[in-house]
């Protein structure tokens, strides 16, 4: 099963995402994936392919300043969580999807939610992978520390903080072929570090989960949380209340799972994700 990578350019940002095509003709909504730090759409490279198999188009975007996708100076976009949710809603307009479901991981993916909340009507039902969802959600030191003065500075210039970070956050190992990937895009230009450090000091944590909070107190569509439960940043009982706090939620627990699922349990994850977006909304 084969993923096309694409670039499309949306007000004068440069968007590139992995996409797969559905096998035959199928009624399925598409399905978009967004990737948390420090990682980039590559995260979903074996889950796109499933959904594919079923009949579902799949979409994976690099985030604005990550991966492949261009990397803005701070006078040309603010990295705050309004930024990131304005460039997404353009983008998914410019991809003329009117309905999808959503799927989020990680430090990022809270911005995926709070783009959820802003716009009920694009979503049909929402899957939550290990994504901060809960005021009780504090950002990590090992992710922390790159956004620090002079520290943050260095660190985040250094290609080695994707391996240290996604094999620290997953608490496994992952293969040098994967890792070269992930690597590239610090390798290629610094300007890759320095919008990672611009995401980091102006994420605002605090105040998005209070958005993330509030409004999904209210929210009826389905929602899956898949949680894998050895994340050494975001506890399970974190997924445990937010599944019991809304209307429609759904907990599943990965065991022996960390923070970036996606890395090393991407069939577990489809034995359910598979038949819930499945589900019209």
């Not at 009117?98 to 009920?120: I, N, T």
């Not at 996604?166 to 992930?182: A, F, M, N, P, Q």
């Not at 990965?254 to 994700?273: R, S």
Request: net charge negative; charged share 20%; hydrophobic share 40%.
């Amino acid at each position: 099963m084969s993923i096309t990578e694409h670039n499309i350019t949306v007000n004068s940002l440069e968007w590139f995402y992995r996409e797969s095509e559905p096998i035959g003709q199928s009624d399925l909504l598409p399905v978009v994936l967004l990737h948390g730090l420090v990682s980039q759409s590559y995260s979903w490279r074996d889950i796109l392919p499933g959904l594919a198999q079923q009949g579902t188009r799949a979409i994976a975007p690099d985030w604005i300043g990550c991966g492949f996708s261009s990397k803005p100076d701070t006078r040309e976009f603010a990295y705050t969580p309004d930024a990131f949710v304005t460039a997404l809603a353009d983008l998914l307009e410019a991809l003329e999807l009117e309905k999808f479901s959503l799927v989020v991981q990680g430090f990022l993916g809270s911005v995926g939610l709070q783009y959820a909340l802003r716009h009920p009507e694009k979503i049909a039902n929402i899957s939550i992978l290990n994504t901060p969802i809960a005021p009780t959600a504090k950002l990590p030191w090992k992710i922390k520390q790159m956004g620090l003065p002079f520290v943050g500075d260095m660190m985040t210039q250094d290609p080695l903080l994707v391996d240290r970070t996604l094999e620290g956050g997953s608490r496994y190992v992952i293969d040098e072929k994967h890792l070269g990937i992930y690597r590239k895009p610090f390798l290629k230009t610094s300007a890759s570090g320095r919008s990672l450090l611009a995401t980091i000091r102006n994420l605002q944590l605090a105040k998005s989960m209070e958005e993330i909070e509030s409004g999904f107190k209210q929210w009826d569509k389905p929602i899956l949380v898949q949680w894998g439960t050895m994340d050494p940043w975001l506890d399970v009982s974190m997924a445990e209340n937010f599944a019991q706090s809304v209307p429609n939620g759904e907990l599943i627990r990965l065991n022996n799972v960390g923070h970036y699922p996606q890395e090393h349990y991407h069939e577990t994850i489809l034995q359910d994700l598979l038949p819930f977006v499945r589900r019209s909304g």
